[in-house]
């Protein structure tokens, strides 16, 4: 069965700074999703960004880019620029393509708090 | 584009009630998974349903059921309430039929049992 694991409970940030989210996640499974959810108290899950495991380059979206190391089952997710509106809960998930390809496993998030 | 709705947002029930919960996909998709996700913790899948159809499951007991309409909507039911069914309820929707994975959430449905 595959599993995810966010190790750090809570970051904090500087607004304009970066910080890096860290996950990590088994599986036997070679080609799959990865993804970032940010949950605001809106409790509204939003996807922050994905990636497909056989595309070697790291995906990125605006202030938001991941380290996605395949072989070490890594995938990271660095914000810059951190705005106050970053604040949330962020979720790392793994969906397989073809095995369970319908069932998305979540780690049990990191909150991420912004400081003025 | 209303996204997708779930119906209610908020509810109260006894142990031993039965609960429905609702869910209307984005425009486009036909897909529709159902998540619990207890309060610290992140969502945990307890079904999928497309064309009808249960598709997957999780790792939940029979008491909890679904539905999946011709219009796509979906309905989740949980008999027999137990205390540690209080949780946020998530329906997420995608559309498998064009092979288009992305899932997109509603903003739940917190249900309280006591």
């Known amino acids: 069965a595959q599993t995810v694991t966010q190790s750090q409970p809570e970051m904090s940030v500087q607004e304009a700074e970066t910080v890096t989210l860290s996950c990590t996640y088994d599986?036997?499974?070679?080609?799959?999703?990865l993804f970032w959810y940010k949950q605001p108290p809106s409790r509204q899950m939003i996807l922050v960004i994905r990636?497909?495991?056989?595309?070697?380059q790291n995906a990125t979206e605006n202030r938001f880019s991941v380290n996605f190391q395949k072989a070490a089952k890594s995938f990271s997710l660095k914000i810059s620029d951190s705005q106050l509106g970053d604040a949330a809960m962020y979720f790392c998930?793994?969906?397989?393509?073809?095995?369970?390809?319908?069932?998305?496993?979540f780690g049990d998030g990191t909150t991420l708090t912004v400081k003025p | 584009d209303a996204g997708v709705t779930q119906s209610p947002t908020h509810l109260i029930k006894t142990r031993g009630q039965q609960v429905t919960l609702r869910c209307s996909p984005k425009?486009?998709?036909?897909?529709v998974s159902w998540y619990q996700q207890a309060l610290g913790q992140g969502p945990q899948f307890i079904f999928q349903?497309?064309?009808?159809?249960?598709?997957q499951r999780g790792n939940f007991p029979d008491r909890f059921s679904g539905h999946q309409f011709p219009n796509y909507s979906s309905e989740l039911n949980v008999n027999a309430l137990l205390l540690g069914d209080s949780a946020l309820y998530l329906c997420?929707?995608?559309?498998?039929?064009?092979?288009?994975?992305?899932?997109?959430f509603g903003q739940g449905t917190r249900l309280t049992v006591v």
């Open positions: 997420a929707s995608s559309s498998l039929g064009s092979g288009d994975t992305e899932a997109f």
């Open positions: 599986t036997s499974e070679s080609d799959y999703y």
């Open positions: 998930a793994y969906r397989g393509k073809y095995t369970n390809a319908g069932k998305s496993t």
């Open positions: 990636q497909e495991a056989y595309k070697q």
């Open positions: 425009s486009g998709h036909d897909t």
């Open positions: 349903y497309y064309e009808e159809e249960e598709r």
